[in-house]
């Protein structure tokens, strides 16, 4: 007597439609950005030619993460059972993931060097730039609950391939009014006109550059009150909100716990899209790679505790207060990375042009203290990933031990 086929799972189905959309849009994004990288390298244009080359391996990275996601839908349609739930025992590998990263950051930094190891430095920046998100999600997931393999992949590309474009648009759509009004402010500045009617008559200032000009424009401190507004206010309150979309789908079968690692996983997806994508072949790499690093952590745990607050509204809790306790401390931790960043680099540019009649006091604290601050929050997240899981899985456990020795009979 022949067993019964396992039946076809619409998961498994929707799981495989998914990895073959997505990585073929990505191959083939990386397959056009490589033909007009070649026409800019034929045409003697090098510096066209590296930064296509560069972003061709990032969507290439792009397209080999569905790959997973096309093997898990295929094993399903095919009649395979699912996967049992996992969660990885071995305390080293985690451990070892984090020691590749500073080894990997100094590859880096020497294959960008040597202009000759363009083709070797684009994967060593794809390594370090999945190193931190791959801790991420493994310090997550040995610390909490065992989650199936299938569930995991679909919440890391929803972070991956998701997350960025609804988030874009809608940066992009409150960008705009917020440029608008910087610009309807500084027309009517006295010092703007001084400073733009040279350049637009084509006499320039002697002694000062275009450069320099353009850099005076931004540290006007109408432009600084718009981007401090914008990069540490709007887009923290918009990037906090989409990347609960690994969990909102499936938010009433999720425990705490689960709803929490969810949201890491979705999390460190959203961040492998950036560390990919806002970096530069340059001198500059190394020091944006260590910052990257810190920020796929803080993305994570910022995601993962949002995504616990959603956990406390569904299921008749109705934890209203948890939910927005938990969102604005997300908030106000991306914010924080946000306004460190931004403020690091606005000193360390008038340090150059001295634009701002700032105390050397203050810039020095900024030099000084934002490394400190965006240390500390990489520290932060590092610790309170597997923390939380931890915390969260032992509650549940607790609790389903309570309710079921309640269940018996006395």
């Not at 060593?124 to 801790?135: E, G, K, M, Q, S």
């Not at 492998?272 to 910052?291: H, N, R, V, Y």
Request: net charge neutral; aromatic share 6%.
């Amino acid at each position: 007597m022949t067993e019964p086929a396992t039946p076809v799972r619409r998961a498994d189905v929707a799981l495989l439609l998914l990895g073959l959309a997505g990585t073929g849009l990505n191959l083939s994004g990386a397959l056009g950005t490589l033909a007009v990288t070649l026409v800019a390298f034929l045409e003697g244009d090098s510096q066209a030619a590296s930064l296509g080359t560069w972003a061709s391996g990032s969507l290439l990275a792009m397209a080999l993460a569905g790959v997973p996601a096309i093997v898990l839908g295929l094993r399903g349609v095919f009649g395979r059972p699912p996967d049992p739930p996992l969660r990885p025992a071995a305390g080293w590998i985690p451990a070892t993931v984090g020691l590749a990263f500073p080894i990997a950051l100094l590859a880096g930094a020497w294959t960008l060097a040597h202009p000759d190891l363009t083709l070797i430095a684009i994967p060593v920046h794809i390594a370090t730039a999945v190193l931190p998100v791959a801790l991420a999600v493994l310090l997550v997931q040995a610390a909490g609950t065992a989650i199936a393999l299938r569930r995991l992949w679909s919440q890391f590309l929803a972070g991956l391939w998701g997350m960025p474009i609804v988030a874009v648009v809608l940066e992009v759509a409150t960008l705009v009014p917020v440029v608008a009004i910087t610009v309807i402010g500084l027309s009517s500045s006295a010092d703007i006109r001084r400073m733009t009617e040279p350049l637009l008559q084509g006499t320039p200032v002697p002694g000062v550059s275009l450069d320099e000009t353009v850099l005076r424009l931004f540290l006007h401190p109408l432009v600084l009150v718009s981007l401090f507004g914008y990069v540490s206010g709007l887009v923290p309150l918009i990037e906090e909100a989409v990347k609960t979309l690994s969990v909102l789908p499936i938010a009433g079968r999720l425990t705490p716990s689960q709803a929490f690692q969810g949201g890491a996983v979705g999390g460190a997806g959203y961040a492998l899209f950036e560390a990919l994508f806002l970096t530069q072949p340059d001198p500059s790499w190394l020091t944006t790679m260590i910052g990257r690093g810190g920020a796929s952590l803080m993305h994570a745990f910022t995601a993962a505790i949002t995504c616990w607050g959603i956990s406390q509204v569904i299921g008749g809790r109705r934890r209203w207060g948890r939910l927005a306790l938990a969102y604005l401390m997300s908030v106000g931790m991306h914010a924080t990375w946000n306004a460190a960043a931004i403020g690091l680099g606005i000193v360390q540019v008038n340090m150059e042009i001295g634009a701002l009649d700032l105390p050397g006091a203050w810039e020095t604290l900024v030099v000084r203290g934002a490394p400190i601050l965006l240390s500390a929050l990489s520290l932060t997240a590092l610790v309170g990933l597997p923390l939380g899981a931890l915390r969260l899985r032992q509650a549940e456990t607790a609790r389903n031990r309570s309710t079921a020795d309640g269940s018996l009979p006395g």
